[in-house]
């Protein structure tokens, strides 16, 4: 089996390896080819990669590659994990947004509509690139926005699947909370990427005991806790949103904090500076520690079981995961084509609207989650429309139709910002 990272000189490329390295009998990888542009970093990281797979006794051959034609010829699935314009594109999407009064974010609000600007072209390009060398390969997205980079991938009729950590992050607290093993626990997780709600904790399946009101009655306090919101949120909803909400349940308290501190790119950049010097000592086998502060929690674990079930091969990869795919009807106040991030089988990975895991179903929404979700997903919308087509007044409307802008004046002063930021990836302006 042969996979490709698109991204592999990211300083996150340790984790997966570690994690291909341990699962290997879920997901037995021959060959691994890392791509980057960026050929110094790619060779620290891919020299580290090579490490972890002797230290493991890993068979698997791992190479590195800066021509992505080359290294996704033949492979099985590509895996996608981009940052367009890098820690410094991330650092402005964090602060312009705030000069307007709103929340400084990546993925949420101005800031996740500039990444998704400059990410959605790429991907585009990489993506046509990888159906020539590798007509049947599976394309797994971890790049962000996910929701919008996945919809976008999927209506150019790409294999794709867009894979976030938030749920499997959340099983494993829920897990570690009630003492039972990560794998009896099954998430009613329902929303679009980085605006979900956990409906029900189960143990062992889709249709077991729901263990929710009894983890809130005696673990709501750390869960509250953990996504930093207040114990009486969770015991009013009486579900456990993702911490994203936290955006738009507390935005003014966000947005406070978020002015009284340095930015997360920043304390980001200085640990990516960090691990890229550990990552150079020819002694250093297995993964820092210091890599789990730097996000993206249990992606390993994800990947690969996705990559397994999709594939087909190896054992032990749950048929139903948590992904991001097309709707199609799950949920009827959305388009079919809106991506949606929900429980999926995933290992029979063909559905009525093409290739592509199919959703569980999903019960009834309160209008409380599918208010929300219906309005993300109208911006979403536009904001594919504007990252396809470009133009100022495609910005704006997708800024005005944004849950956490909404008013025209602040649209406007959010556009200017947005643009004079970000010219140099948006070949339009």
């Keep these: 089996m042969k996979l490709a990272v698109v991204g592999g000189g990211s300083t996150y490329t340790p984790e997966l390896i570690d994690g291909f390295a341990r699962l290997r009998d879920t997901l037995p990888v021959s060959e691994l080819v890392l ?22 006794d890993h068979p698997g051959k791992i190479t590195t590659t800066s021509d992505l034609d080359a290294g996704a010829a033949g492979a099985d699935a590509v895996l996608l994990q981009l940052r367009i314009g890098g820690q410094a594109a991330r650092l402005r999407d964090e602060t312009w947004p705030l000069e307007c009064g709103c929340v400084g974010q990546e993925t949420t609000g101005a800031g996740g509509l500039a990444k998704a600007l400059r990410t959605v072209p790429v991907v585009l390009d990489i993506a046509e690139r990888v159906r020539r060398a590798s007509p049947d390969a599976w394309i797994i997205d971890f790049t962000n926005p996910v929701g919008i980079v996945t919809r976008a991938l999927l209506g150019a009729g790409h294999r794709a699947v867009g894979l976030c950590n938030v749920a499997i992050g959340l099983q494993r607290k829920f897990a570690a909370l009630l003492g039972v093993d990560p794998s009896g626990i099954h998430l009613d997780h329902v929303g679009l990427n980085h605006l979900t709600w ?13 263990l929710l009101p009894g983890l809130l009655a005696e673990h709501g306090g750390a869960v509250a806790a953990d996504l ?104 009827p106040f959305l388009p079919d084509d809106a991506v949606i991030e929900v429980q999926a089988r995933v290992d029979d990975a063909d559905g009525p609207d093409g290739p592509g895991p199919v959703p569980l179903a999903v019960p ?63 070949a339009w302006a």
Excluded: C, W
């Excluded at 090579?50 to 493991?56: E, G, K, T, V, W």
């Excluded at 956990?198 to 729901?210: A, N, S």
């Excluded at 997360?264 to 086998?285: H, K």
């Design 228 to 331: 930093r919101l207040p114990r009486a949120v969770l015991d009013r909803l009486r579900v456990v949103p993702s911490y994203y909400l936290r955006y738009f349940y507390a935005h003014d308290e966000v947005v406070r904090e978020l002015g009284s501190k340095p930015s997360r790119a920043a304390e980001v950049a200085a640990m990516e500076r960090e691990l890229l010097a550990l990552y150079a000592d020819p002694a250093l086998d297995e993964k820092p520690a210091l890599l789990a502060e730097r996000g993206g929690a249990f992606y390993s674990e994800a990947a690969v079981d996705l990559a397994a079930a999709l594939l087909g091969d190896g054992s032990g990869a749950s048929p139903v995961q948590v992904v991001n795919t097309r709707n199609a009807g799950t949920l």
């Design 364 to 426: 009834r929404l309160d209008p409380l989650y599918a208010g929300l979700i219906a309005h993300v997903t109208a911006y979403e919308d536009l904001a594919l429309d504007a990252a396809l087509r470009g133009g100022r007044e495609r910005v704006f409307r997708a800024l005005l139709a944004h849950p956490l802008v909404g008013q025209f004046d602040l649209a406007e002063g959010l556009t200017d910002r947005l643009l004079a930021h970000n010219r140099e990836y948006l």
């Design 35 to 56: 791509i980057d542009p960026a050929e110094e970093r790619l060779e620290l990281v891919g020299a580290l990669a090579r490490r972890i797979f002797a230290r493991q």
């Design 198 to 210: 956990e409906l029900g904790v189960r143990k062992g399946g889709p249709d077991g005991e729901d």
